[in-house]
């Protein structure tokens, strides 16, 4: 029997957390172990508490469960799926502090084993890859796939990111002989956008910035640009992977403002830079090739400050 599921034996309620700001990957763990532990354990309560996660992931079921805002209670067992370190878990920490045991499963190598047993498969594409693994692929049902399949498709980008192994598209065939409509999955949350959407990604496109002889790009959204266009950090999806995708670039950096002199910062790398260690040491965190950070000063601080780091991680591997 896994860890996981041993665990959940033992409790007559969990709480299931995620992260703030939660992703494809995050709701499609959370709302898959929520799923599995209904049908598997009915007699077990179970939350999933998230907060304001993207309507794009309606169709998944239990969505409409999801809690949102939170108040004192304590739980025999608290999970915390694709979440790093305690401070990602936001507002909801106090499930986590209250709560009799706990475990996280993970798959950041950034993750700081902050709860009493770590599950953290940082080779995994996904938490939800690794939440298969301790799931009984029997019980995995068609609702369950769902969810599991979402999260991989979405950290993945599709089965293209260097995380992605055999073993994942392995387990991406298992779900899809569950009866998963996955075309619709990877068209309708993934590469489907709204208008606005499209012309947010379309303008920071056009504002981007190459340096370093065009090995790095950037490109940064003013808190009133989003207000211009009527969007919200959840809109901005989808701009790091275009900017990545510029021929010769090594390294994307992606800015929105979330308050005065303060930018949340996404990186991505295609083969030298580890961008987990550029933002672990700006107090984020990721994967090598992912990662992000919340770094505070002018737009031109923050990119110079990021710059230094990652001329040493290219100097470094050439
Ligand atoms: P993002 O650029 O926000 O899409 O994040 C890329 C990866 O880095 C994801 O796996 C996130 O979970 C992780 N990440 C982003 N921001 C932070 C942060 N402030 N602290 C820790 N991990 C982060
Ligand atoms: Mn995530
Ligand atoms: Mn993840």
């Known amino acids: 029997m896994s860890v996981l599921e041993s665990m959940v034996q033992e409790a007559a309620s969990v709480a299931i957390l995620g992260h703030i700001h939660p992703d494809g990957d995050c709701v499609g763990s959370t709302l898959g172990l929520w799923n599995y532990l209904r049908r598997e354990y009915p007699q077990i309560q179970a939350d999933v508490y998230l907060k304001d996660p993207s309507e794009k992931f309606a169709y998944l079921s239990g969505f409409n469960k999801i809690l949102r805002h939170g108040e004192e209670k304590e739980y025999d067992l608290c999970i915390c799926l694709d979440c790093g370190s305690e401070d990602r878990l936001g507002e909801f920490a106090c499930y986590f502090r209250n709560a009799k045991k706990s475990l996280c499963l993970d798959h950041h190598v950034t993750n700081t084993r902050f709860a009493q047993v770590n599950l953290v498969a940082d080779g995994a594409s996904s938490a939800c890859e690794a939440l298969y693994e301790q799931l009984r692929e029997e019980a995995v049902d068609k609702t369950v796939a769902e969810c ?18 055999s073993r994942t598209m392995e387990i991406a065939g298992k779900l899809m002989a569950k009866g998963i409509d996955f075309g619709e999955i990877i068209d309708g949350s993934f590469y489907r956008k709204t208008y606005v959407q499209n012309q947010i990604l379309g303008r ?18 003013k808190k009133k640009d989003m207000e211009f266009y009527g969007v919200t950090s959840k809109d901005l999806d989808g701009i790091i992977d275009q900017l990545r995708l510029t021929e010769g670039v090594e390294c994307a950096l992606f800015l929105y403002e979330t308050g005065p002199q303060e930018y949340k910062v996404s ?3 295609q083969k030298q830079v580890d961008v987990s260690r550029i933002a672990a040491y700006f107090g984020g965190g990721g994967h090598v090739r992912a990662a992000g950070c919340t770094m505070s000063g002018s737009i031109h601080d923050v990119i110079n400050n990021l710059a230094g780091h990652i001329a040493k991680e290219l100097e470094a591997s050439s």
């Open 204 to 221: 920071a496109l056009l504002e981007s910035i190459t340096f370093m002889d065009g090995k790095c790009i950037f490109s940064a959204i």
């Open 148 to 165: 599991l399949y979402t999260g991989i498709v979405h950290d993945t980008g599709v089965f293209k990111f260097s995380s992605t192994s």
């Open 267 to 269: 990186m991505r790398s």
